[in-house]
Each structure stands twice: as structure tokens, then as C-alpha cells.
């Protein structure tokens, strides 16, 4: 519980969509009517024509969605604290045939424009020494849970295309991102520039399923054979392409993520009440980086919930994570093991 | 139908364990309760202590496999039929940093030891001039439908292990050709000299999960990189561990495979009754591979099937495939459209 | 002697060459004249405009005009007995990001455009099961040291083009070949559809430098990436080109080469002569594989010549290659050796 | 003209073995007398039993020598400015089959203990999350011209083997360093626990060669596998071993190495004198890193010179590098030059 939003079930519609798949034969790898249905539902949900497919992780559509968007000379400019730096073990790299990450720094988990021009702007010109600047890759919600504006995107794939650079968007919690930013999932991506996107649905009340959506046409050449080396053509497709239709279907993912979200206000701003609790960044998706007394984290030991101190950066602090079905009762249980009351502090 | 076993759906015992999984948190990264019973389940199922984890696809277990059992110059020898040579699409190569696979002939789909002996016997000593034997894959049951007996696979790893090289099988339908085999699983992997496997549930009832099961234990050592790395760590893994635990529960495997096995035996046995079909290889899987007269494609296409005419090798031929939910009436009826009778071939 | 011609030593023209360019400073990196004036040299030797730089070695050379050629999910179309897949421990496939080789059988040694035509004809359509046919590498002379004509170079590039793909010539023995044909540079490479060619100049009189010829200019892109990644970049790069351009130079490249093959012709001649020799292939370049009776080796090895038996393909036999400064009387001392005669097996 | 050492000739004795070299057969591959004496030499040299070889580049140096300090899934630990992260393209990332480069800042172009020892703290614990630490590699001298003493290679050496991790030293400018500590090259390198080293001949003298100098055993395994694999097994060795063994004869390389050094401190003392002149680091090697007054800039260029402003990193500056053959007279008239008097400026 809190540990994190992978750690939560599948929601009713996905698992519904699930079991009415399950009748009769269909063709396999792509050829079922759901997975065909699938560039059709993106597109309608973008507005504008994609395409689309499923892959079994994350880590899966991000490195073959950074695979498309780049040589194998290329350079990938991401935050220093992207998860496809710390914490897929080089896989993009490795997909990508030898393209190279590029670390930057960034307030609050993100990059700034300001920051990506003025890395490019240190690159030695004019030759083949390092990777060639290829991609820029942005995490919304980024690693720390806060949300990157419409207007920052902008910028950051204005300064990209300047440089003939592809724009990728991690979108894990794409829409934790899009619930908090309140516009439209066409606003947050292509219409600012994002040529591709990793969708994150397993996070989401999703089983094991996520989607690469291309925006940019010419990045679809080399999807097959990538899905393909990369052991992510699934025979029995269906499974996971009807996942992706129930969450896009009636506004689920956006229902699942807005009670995430809400959640984590809830619990982030109970938790600021103890004293000596600091919050350490706006709380604009479903997670919270927060300090805690250590009071506070013996009290929730007992209570048997097991938060892991983080003390690689900065102060020792906690995350901790909401998701689609996080009750408000739970979010309350927590905050007064914590404040060590019973249940007296109440979350607004 | 019969286009392949992909197409079919997911058995009642796998969808009731996904159902039964979806209740409340649970641990992820392989932490929840089923990821963690999968060592102890195929420890009792192969009557020997062995790891265990599931992937997505039958590609990612090969690749997975044999990346762990080679170094990156690493020779594979497989039968030039083999599924990773022809429709990975580089996968094993990729995965393991730069292994070559070495294609070997043989009859009905499968290699002899007698093959491998005298193609090692080929190999240039005591240099790096080209990789150096590492591994010898096999595919049981074949990519034709045949079977390798417990002999015959003795006989390999014997050549292969006193080469100081590893066995791998790839078990797409493994449990198909246990029960055409009628013995243990033990003995017809690491009794036999088998090192790694990779174990399909997939085809044989499961939704989306196949296994890598690690016999010999200095084999492990590298496989949470490649997990990592490669996008094969699921975070709710425990949907992926349930199908596999339901499948290996009360025989459940097994009992899929032998209704597969039977349709097949039963449609090859029909449809050999019609004048001009020739059946090219034992059916001692569920799939059979069969010369059939242009006259009874055509009554087939009528009836609205839809087999593909195979004229890559050989003779231009159909291959049929049955599956854990293939039933009598369904193989009579197709046999019966095939034959351009009115349900007057009997199937024996 | 006779092991090799890489056992040969450098030829005065390229000594001076080396001698001569050892003064005072030169830019690095590519930027000296030498290195400047090698495309207008190998365009002039080749007739049409031409892209060439120099490498360490021949298999850098083929690792880097392949990779030039294909993308990284292309499949290499090459004889069995190719140098690229028998001796280069899977340089081309691991530099080109994952590239397969697709091993034909052919008579002496070669590709014929038939077996090409029909290879390609097994291959799956439409799909990226397997790496997609993108390139034909051919050994000019081949491995057992016969030569294409440039008709049968002609046929092989029409089935490749045909099919989208590039053709490639492995020219390690380029010149040899070349004499051999008595044509012209450009009727054996571009002229007969050849692409790219990896130019051999060590084995013929060079120190350490051959070179990459492109023809095809779209094949030009990612050479300065390859170079730079792959240690291929020399800093004092003079000293290779000087190599190169001494060779092209007054045709010393084929002076050198018409000797070789000449003391080839004159080898296998005398040698035959012996009752129980049997040469194998027609000796068409700088390389005789032959037969001997078991007394000519030991009368070889007590005379202080350790030729090895070659025993991994067909009947076991002797390699021996002739080089840019073998003489008649060495030939004649080995003959009269292996004759077990003072001298008097005379040579034609 | 101080543009680079790489501009620079090949030295008399270096020129004098390639000529000594050059007589009749000797076998190919390494078997010739100068590679076979190259352990030997070497051992010598380092005062300890190494294995060493000669490869074409220092990238292919570096990228082989890394390869073999680490599995395919190790992190590199290195300055930010190191070559191997700024100048080659991803070729230690991709010879060694997916290794990811973790980027370490430091004052004056070098590594500390402290940074690498808190770098290493700030890890995820006990998974496969990211690469595992396997190498630090440190530049000796550093891309700015400055040396790590002995105590500062040994503080770092500790820090990394209590990690488990390998020490590897980029010693493009190896000998430079050494004469620079004036210690021997056994205390700089083993005795400080540097396990591999890339020893730099060309810049000093060489033609085309630098070696791999492995002084711990367990690291040369798969070296023969990763010359051959990446271009690095020379036919005609010899050429490369007699460079090598005429720089390690009779000191040469020091003498080389010694001139070099003199000659950049005599540049950078007199052109320190030029007001609004600033040197940026401690001139160490054979390198100055100076900031130059526009006029300076100008009366260079009048003057024939082509000085490159660099403008990436901090204040615009020049480098200027000098070389085993650089006369006191050249520096004189470049200084001259650039102060705009008729050789007045004499340097101490």
C-alpha cells in the first residue's frame, strides 16, 4: 500500500474487456479485431491520425519507441533522473543498436528548454567524435511526480526540432499527467510537439499492457522488426490491445487517474501536518516525495506498513504512490498511523 | 481455425487464476506470492531444484536462455528450421551481445547427434577466429510436428556437454510433446542432459506468459540484467505467474496438450482418406503439415477457411495446427468441407 | 613461405611511399594530402566518381562496407565458406547492429546468381520474421582462390538489385582477381553492379591498410559514425593512404599481383607432377589447394616447410599461396622438397 | 603546428624498426619475433609478468581494454570530459556488448577519490535496475594536460576494488605523464592498482600502433575473441610490434615524451607573458589550455598559424600541444607571432 501504483489491481473495465476476449479463436499477432482497432482508438483519442501498438512494459515501449526515433549513432537527451537512465539497465541503448544517453540537470525532475539549448550548444560540431543529438526524451509525469506544462513541452520540441531532434514523451503516467494538467491528450503531445509517445496503462488499472503511439509518420519504418527482435509480438495479441481499449473507452484511464491524483493531495497534505513532515515537490500527480520524522516511520513500521527510506539524494525522504483504487478510508488509515492519532487527522 | 494453436483462447483454469489474482495489492517485481511460489512449482513439476521465471513470449524466453548460456562470442547450433533462426528476427543474437547461430540439417525437423558431432568436428581449433561452440538448441517438439525421444535428446546433450557446450530446448510446445512422449517431464529435459528450457504456456491455454526454467544453477547468474534490460520484468507480474502456476496445477498442461494431440492425430487420419493428400511428417504434436489436391483448398476456401499454401520448401503443402479447445465436431466439419462431403468422412 | 601471402613483406614502392611522407607535420584525422587525394585516385583507378578511406585491416574493412549497407535488420546473402562468416567472429553482424548472414552453398567456392535467385525465393514475404534480404557480399577471388567473371558478377547483381538489395565485394585479394580477368577496374566492380567493395592492399605489397570504396554514393552517410565508433579513425592517417596510393600508383598494385599469381600457376603446375597430387581448383589467382601424398609432407617438413593439413572439409589437403615477391627459384626449392628431387622438377 | 601531437612524424627509431622490419617472410597474425617478444618487453617494462598486443587506435585500445575489464552489463566510471565518453562515438559502449558510461565531474579534467567513493554510494542497492559498477577509468594525462600523481591513483584504485571494480587507465599520453611524475611506470600504473592500461605510442612517436597492457591475469580471456571480432588482429603485425618495441628500447619513449613536455612549458611560460593571457590548467604533459586576447588570435592567423577557438566549455581558449620533435626555435616563432614582436619574447 502506497509503495507504489504497481503494486494495485487490475480495474473492473480492463479485466471485463479481458474476460470477453476470451471467446472462440482470433487471429494471432496483430491480426484480431481488437489489435486492429487499435490505430483507430488512438487516433480518435489524439485527434489526429497515429499509430499504435501494444507492448507487455514500459521499459519495452520506451526502448523501442526511442529505437524509432533515432540512428544507431544517435544521442537521447533526457533528465538525469529519467527511469530510462536509472532504471532499465540499458536497454534503450542496447535496442537501439548503440545510441548514447545524454544527462541532464533540471529543477523538480524536469528539463527546461533553456537547459536542452544550452547542451546543444556545448556539442562539437560538425562531426561524427560523439552521438549525433537525436532525441529528446521527457517524462510526464516526471520521475518526481511533477507535470511538465503544455507551454514547456512547446518550447523543449521547438528547441529539438531547431536541431533536427525527435521529441519522445515516457508517458507511464501519461494520464496522471493529463488529469493534472487538465487539457486535452492532443494539447499535451503532438500539438506540442511529441512526434512519439510511450502510453503507460499498467500503472493504470491496466494488467500487463502498454502502447507505443507514433504522432510523426516517419517513425513507423522499422516498428515491425523492432517488435519483433525485441520479443514484443504477441501471438495472442488480443489480451493486450483489449486493455488499451477499455482504459481509452468512456474516459477510464482519466476516471482511474483523477482518483489517484486526488488521492495523493489527500495524502500529501494530511502528511505535511506532522510535525517535522516536509514535502519535497508539488504533488501534481500520484506521488509524494516527503521527509517524516523518524517517529513517524516507527509508528508506521508497527502499524505494518513498510516504507523504504530513500537516501541516495538529497534528504532521506519517502515516496510514496497512489492509484486508481485508492480509498480515501486507506489514505486515512495511513496518515494516523503515521501521526501515530486514531484517525483524528483528517485529510481535507 | 486450425491456423495455428495462437489463435485459440485462454483455458478455464488460467482465466479463473488471473480472476482469483485480482484482489487487492500485491507486491510487484516478482515480490507477490505467486512470482514466488514459481521456483518451488517447477522445482515439483521437473522433480529437481531449479529457478523459474515468466516472460511474455516464446521469443523473449529463447532469447533469454540462451543469452544466459553463452557468453557474446558464442556459437548456437540449431537445426536450420529452427524457430530462432527463422522468425525472431535476430532476437537471440541481439539479446546475448553477438552469438552466431550455426544451421544444421535433418530429417523431419530435428537434429542428430551425429550431426552435431561431425559439424563440430568441422570447426577450426584452438582460435578466436569464429565463435566457439557454445550452445546447442533444440526445438521439441520440432518445427514440423515431430518429437525428439528421451534417447535422442541423451544422445545431443552427450555430444554437446562433451564439448563443454550447454542444451537448451525450446519448448513452444513442450507439454504437447511430453504427452506424445508418455514419460516425465524430468526425463525428457535435465535427466536427458537439458540445461535450459523455455517453457510455452502460451499456445497451450495461457493468455500471454511462457517460462525460462534454469536446470543448471551456474546458468542464473546473469538473468536479472537480461530481464531488466530487455523489457521482460513485469510489475504486476503476478498475473503473468498465475497462468503458469494454474497450468502446471492438476495436470492442467497436460491435459491441454493431449486433446491438441488427439484433434490432430484425428484430422491427419482424415484427411489422409482423401484422394492426392500426403501427410510429409509423423503428427506426433498437434500440427500436421499435408499436401492436399488443389480441388479440396478450393472447397475449403469455400466453406470459409482459409489456409495458406506453403511453397517456401519442398512440395507446396498446408499446415494444420490444434490447440487445448480443438474439438471433434470442429476437426469433422473441416475435414468434411476439405473432402466435399456433407460430414461423410468420419475421422477414426 | 607459401603459409600466406600476409606472410609477404611490404614492397619498396610502398616503403618509399611511407619513407617519403615522414616529414614535418601533416594534419590528422584525414585532413593530409595523401588522405585527401585518395578519391580522386580510386576514382580515377575506378573510372567514376568514388567515396574510398582506409582501414587497419581487411576485416574492418568488410565490417564497416556492410554495415554501410544495410540497416540494422538486413540480411547478408554470402557463400558458406565466406571470410566474413568463417574468420571474423561476427564482426559485420555486431558493428551492423544485428544483421544476419545468410550462408549459400556453391561450386568451387562461389555464388552463382541461381542459387541466390532461389535462396531468395524460400524467403517469407512481406513480414519482419527474419532479417529482410539487403545485401549480397561476394569474395573476389573467392576463398579457394577461383574468380568471378564479370558476367557472372553482372548476373549475381541483377537478382540482388532486383530484390532492393546491394552488392558487395570482398576484394582481400582484389588485385590478384583482377589480373586474373585481364579487365579493368570498373568492368569487375560497378560495371557489373558491384556497390561497395572493400579494396585489399596488405596482402599485395601494403603494411597495413585497405581501404573501402563506395560506389553507390547513398552508401556514403554513416562511414564517418562507423569509422570513429569502431577505432577505425587514424590520427596519423598519412601513413596509410601513402600505402594505398603507392599500390594504385604505375599499376604496382597489379604488377605485384601478376607475379603472385603467376608463382601460383607455376607451384601448382610443378606440384602436380607428383604422382598422387591432385589440385583441387583451378588456381586462378595467388592460391593452390591441393593433394599430396603423405611422403611429400614429410619430405616438406624435413626440409624445414610446415605446411598444415587442412582435414575439416572434404579430403584432406594443403593451402599454399604465392605472394607479391615469391620467386621462381623459391617456387622451384619447394617443388624439388616436396618431389624429393634435387631440384629437378622444373616448373613450366 | 601545435595543433595536436597527432600531426607530428614518426620518430627516427620507430622509422628505423619498420624499416629493420621489413625483410622476407615472418608469420602473420602474431607469430612473427616482435609480437611474440612483446609480453616480454613489456614485463619488463612494467616491472611484472603482463600480457600486452598491439591495436591500430587508441579508441580500439580503449574500447577493447574495457571490454575486458567488464561483463555487458558493467558501468564505467569516468570524467565527464573522458575521451571515451566525448570523442568515440559509443565504441567502449557498444565492443562490450551494452555497457553504459557513468559521467563523474572533477577539478582540472580529473577524477577523485571522494567523487567516485560518493557516486557509488548514491547506487539503488542489489538489483539489476541500472548497469553495475565495473570499471573506473581514469585519463593519465587528462584531456586538460594534467597528471593524477601516484597517491591519487592508488586512493582511487581502492576505492574501486573494496567496490569490486576494475581500474583502467587511458594512457594516451602515457609516457608524457610518466616523465611528468617522474616516477617509474610500474608506480603509476600496477603498484597504484591500475589492472589495465591502453598504452599510447602513437602521439609519442609511433606510426599507427598503441597496445592493450593487461597486468591483471584474469581480464585477457576473451581477447582474442574482441581483436578479431572488432578489426584488431593485424595480418602483418610485425609493422605494429616493432613500433612498440622501439619506443620501450633504450627509453625512447621518455625521451620522446620529455621533449614534448619541455616544450609545452616553455610555450606556455612565454606566452603567459602576453598581457590578458591566462593558463587555465597546470601545464603537466605536454598540452596548454590558454585563454588569449583577440590580437594574439589575429596576429596568429597573419602569421600562418590556425589556432581553433574553443568556445563549448567555459572561457573561449586555445589549446596548443606539442610533440616529440617540436624545436625550441618553432615555439619561439609562435610565440613571437602570436606577441606581435619580431621574436622578443624569448621563453626561460
Redesign the interface.
Known amino acids: 500500500?502506497f509503495?507504489?501504483d504497481?503494486?494495485?489491481?487490475?480495474c473492473p473495465e480492463v479485466?471485463a474487456a479481458?474476460?470477453a476476449a476470451?471467446?472462440?479463436?482470433?487471429?494471432?499477432?496483430g491480426g484480431d479485431a481488437a489489435s486492429l482497432e487499435l490505430d483507430r482508438a488512438f487516433s480518435s483519442y489524439f485527434e489526429k491520425p497515429v499509430a499504435a501498438f501494444p507492448?507487455?512494459?514500459?521499459?519495452?515501449a520506451n526502448?523501442i519507441a526511442l529505437s524509432l526515433a533515432t540512428?544507431?549513432?544517435g544521442a537521447i537527451y533526457c533528465h538525469q533522473s529519467a527511469h530510462i537512465?536509472?532504471?532499465?539497465?540499458?536497454?534503450v541503448?542496447?535496442?537501439s543498436?548503440?545510441?548514447?544517453?545524454v544527462?541532464l540537470p533540471g529543477d523538480q525532475g524536469g528539463l527546461s528548454a533553456e537547459t536542452l539549448r544550452s547542451a546543444l550548444?556545448?556539442?562539437?560540431r560538425g562531426?561524427?567524435?560523439?552521438?549525433?543529438p537525436a532525441v529528446v526524451s521527457i517524462t510526464q509525469g516526471t520521475e518526481v511526480g511533477t507535470v511538465y506544462s503544455r507551454e514547456q513541452i512547446a518550447a523543449i520540441s521547438a528547441v529539438a526540432h531547431e536541431h533536427g531532434m525527435k521529441v519522445h514523451m515516457d508517458g507511464a503516467r501519461f494520464s496522471n499527467a493529463l488529469v493534472g494538467l487538465g487539457c486535452s491528450a492532443a494539447d499535451t503531445t503532438w500539438r506540442a510537439g511529441v512526434d512519439i509517445l510511450s502510453y503507460g496503462a499498467?500503472?493504470n488499472g491496466g494488467?500487463?499492457a502498454d502502447a507505443v503511439v507514433i504522432f510523426e509518420p516517419a517513425l513507423k519504418e522499422?516498428a515491425?522488426?523492432l517488435?519483433?527482435?525485441?520479443?514484443?509480438?504477441?501471438?495472442?495479441m488480443r489480451?493486450?490491445s483489449v486493455q488499451l481499449l477499455a482504459l481509452l473507452r468512456n474516459n477510464v484511464a482519466e476516471r482511474n487517474a483523477r482518483n489517484a491524483n486526488a488521492m495523493a493531495k489527500r495524502l500529501a497534505h494530511a502528511l505535511s501536518q506532522i510535525p517535522g513532515a516536509r514535502v519535497l515537490h508539488p504533488v501534481e500527480i500520484n506521488e509524494i516525495f516527503i521527509v517524516l520524522p523518524e517517529a513517524a516511520r516507527q509508528r508506521l513500521a508497527e502499524a505494518g506498513y513498510t516504507p523504504r527510506l530513500r537516501t541516495?539524494?538529497g534528504d532521506p525522504h519517502f515516496r510514496f504512490v497512489t492509484a486508481w483504487d485508492t480509498s480515501g478510508e486507506a489514505v486515512d488509515r495511513f496518515v494516523a498511523a503515521a501521526a501515530g492519532e486514531k484517525q483524528t487527522v483528517r485529510a481535507s
Not at 504497481?6 to 487490475?10: A, L
Not at 476470451?22 to 499477432?29: E, H
Not at 550548444?121 to 562539437?124: C, H, I
Not at 517488435?227 to 495472442?236: D, E, T
Open positions: 500500500m509503495v507504489s504497481n503494486v494495485s489491481r487490475v479485466m479481458i474476460e476470451n471467446v472462440g479463436d482470433a487471429p494471432s499477432y507492448v507487455g512494459t514500459g521499459s519495452a526502448a540512428t544507431r549513432f537512465e536509472t532504471t532499465e539497465c540499458g536497454g541503448e542496447s535496442w543498436g548503440g545510441t548514447k544517453l544527462l550548444a556545448r556539442l562539437p562531426g561524427a567524435q560523439s552521438a549525433t499498467t500503472k494488467m500487463s522499422q515491425g522488426f517488435r519483433r527482435r525485441n520479443g514484443q509480438l504477441y501471438s495472442k489480451y493486450l541516495a539524494l
